[in-house]
């Protein structure tokens, strides 16, 4: 159970990215109030997490020590902002990718809150000096990326505003720790943060190997599904490098970092994800999995099926 046991987390916003973080928060014994400004929506949102939960407890999937029910017991819908964030100690924005559009939120949250209040958002590439310009007290600030679907990848990534106090990292730190995702601490706010920039520099080399004829859409996708991702599930690049040396890092440098540097060197400059080479690559795509709704559902189902059993066997 949650050492905060009663206290309350508002999600504004209640698409697929609040929907999880709301199973997220009651999977850790918090209270969530999850509020849309569109009325119904936040409603409607209520019954897609109670059968996305109730199956989970059917598949035995179900995170946390509570039943369903007790899950499910915790949550409540509101039409009105205001009622949303009332006793709430943590606000998760997740409304649409839209810089002006979470500006919006955060400065109406701000007049209903009190000063003690963490504002947290979910964007994935929007700079937090950027998202929380128009917030009077930023010392409370902090976005916290998740990583789809949060359920069942724990990644977080915390980055602080310039402002952000060292005690609202730490909070935050705690209440993801708390709630069995795996958080990670940016030092400094960065483009991109760690993630994206990390996958980014993967989507470009995948896709100047494509674009070039070096290698096919299936085959580029195996080397990671079957190669670089069967290891990356359990430790990352760096501590790759120093478990492939026979004694360890300093060694695998004087080894392999003159080739590494070499091969790097190589690389071409950012693709424009555009014209020919994109169309091709679309093309490609299609023919191994068909862009209609009904394939790419079934794709998802798969991917979230097999990330559950991924996660527990991490467990």
Request: hydrophobic share 40%.
């Amino acid at each position: 159970m949650s050492l905060l046991k009663g206290k309350i987390i508002t999600v504004v916003g209640s698409g697929l990215i609040g929907r999880s973080w709301a199973m997220v928060f009651l999977s850790g014994g918090y209270m969530v109030k999850i509020y849309d400004n569109k009325p119904g929506l936040a409603s409607g949102a209520i019954t897609e997490i109670r059968k996305q939960i109730e199956e989970l407890q059917q598949a035995k999937m179900l995170r946390g020590n509570l039943t369903a029910a007790e899950q499910l017991s915790l949550l409540s819908s509101h039409d009105d902002l205001q009622q949303a964030l009332e006793g709430a100690f943590f606000v998760q924005e997740c409304v649409f990718e839209d810089l002006e559009a979470k500006q919006t939120v955060f400065h109406e949250v701000e007049d209903l809150v009190t000063e003690s209040v963490i504002l947290s958002s979910s964007t994935s590439c929007l700079m937090p000096s950027n998202v929380f310009s128009r917030v009077q007290n930023r010392t409370r600030c902090i976005i916290s990326h998740p990583v789809n679907p949060p359920y069942y990848v724990r990644l977080v990534e915390l980055v602080p505003h310039p402002e952000t106090l060292p005690a609202v990292m730490d909070a935050a730190y705690s209440l993801m720790t708390d709630v069995g995702q795996a958080p990670v601490r940016l030092r400094k706010e960065i483009d991109g943060f760690a993630l994206n920039r990390v996958q980014y520099a993967i989507i470009a080399e995948s896709w100047r190997l494509v674009q070039d004829g070096v290698i096919s859409v299936k085959d580029i996708d195996l080397v990671m599904s079957e190669g670089l991702g069967m290891r990356y599930a359990f430790i990352g690049p760096i501590e790759t490098m120093h478990l492939n040396a026979p004694e360890g890092m300093e060694d695998y440098l004087q080894r392999y970092s003159e080739g590494m540097k070499r091969v790097l060197n190589t690389f071409g400059p950012v693709p424009d994800f555009s014209g020919e080479p994109a169309a091709r690559i679309i093309k490609e795509i299609g023919e191994l999995i068909p862009a209609e709704q009904e394939h790419l559902t079934a794709r998802r189902e798969r991917r979230d099926q097999l990330l559950m059993g991924l996660a527990k066997l991490k467990e």
